[in-house]
T-cell receptor, first 113, second 112 residues
């Protein structure tokens, strides 16, 4: 069974902390994505990566960075967490090509206090 | 750029009612179209897809037809169940885009 696994379901961090959200996929997908999901705002793309060590900014990259050192792992980094980064974070992966769907992890609900 | 517009929610129906969730899109070229579903506390999962004009995607009693002339991909189900309560996202993926474009999601609640 294909799988995208996020390291935590729930996370509570303090303002100013450096936060790492990890995502691993076992499908040998080229593309990986990080989204945040907030009520009334749908899914917003933070960053995506189409190959190892490659990344592109999405719609809301400010305050975030990413790392992709291995094909199966894509990390989202909050350099200095703030309360407005409290959200649900979703990781996804996909093959290249327009006909293929994205596979999502179960989400990480991050609360910054 | 690409965009997806979904019918605003929330939508509340009684069990066995007919469901339609409207979705229209703007895109260059010939995108593929998707419906994803998100059950409470979970990530999104693919419900169905269509990759070219006039294709019909179907799964679990849900259907959607890719209409190029009206740039639409409306989701329908003839008889909803309480277990269909979820958030539904329409999405597209263009030929030259690694990423997908999502609608804002429509929350469906089905009451017994």
């Amino acid at each position: 069974d294909v799988k995208v696994t996020q390291s935590s379901r729930y996370l509570v961090k303090r303002t100013g902390e450096k936060v790492f959200l990890e995502c691993v996929q076992d499908m040998d997908h080229e593309n990986m994505f990080w989204y945040r999901q907030d009520p009334g705002l749908g899914l917003r793309l933070i960053y995506f990566s189409y190959d190892v060590k490659m990344k592109e900014k999405g719609d809301i990259p400010e305050g975030y960075s990413v790392s992709r050192e291995k094909k199966e792992r894509f990390s989202l980094i909050l350099e200095s967490a703030s309360t407005n980064q409290t959200s649900m974070y979703l990781c996804a992966s996909s093959l290249g090509g327009k006909n293929t769907e994205a596979f999502f992890g179960q989400g990480t609900r991050l609360t910054v206090v | 750029g690409n965009s997806v517009t979904q019918m605003e929610g929330p939508v509340t129906l009684s069990e066995e009612a007919f469901l339609t969730i409207n979705c229209t899109y703007t895109a260059t070229g010939y995108p593929s179209l998707f419906w994803y579903v998100q059950y409470p506390g979970e990530g999104l999962q693919l419900l169905l897809k269509a990759t070219k004009a006039d294709d019909k995607g179907s799964n679990k009693g849900f259907e959607a037809t890719y209409r190029k002339e009206t740039t639409s991909f409306h989701l329908e189900k003839g008889s909803v169940q309480v277990s269909d309560s979820a958030v539904y996202f329409c999405a597209l993926r263009g030929a030259n885009a690694g990423k997908s474009t999502f609608g804002d999601g429509t929350t469906l609640t089905v009451k017994p």
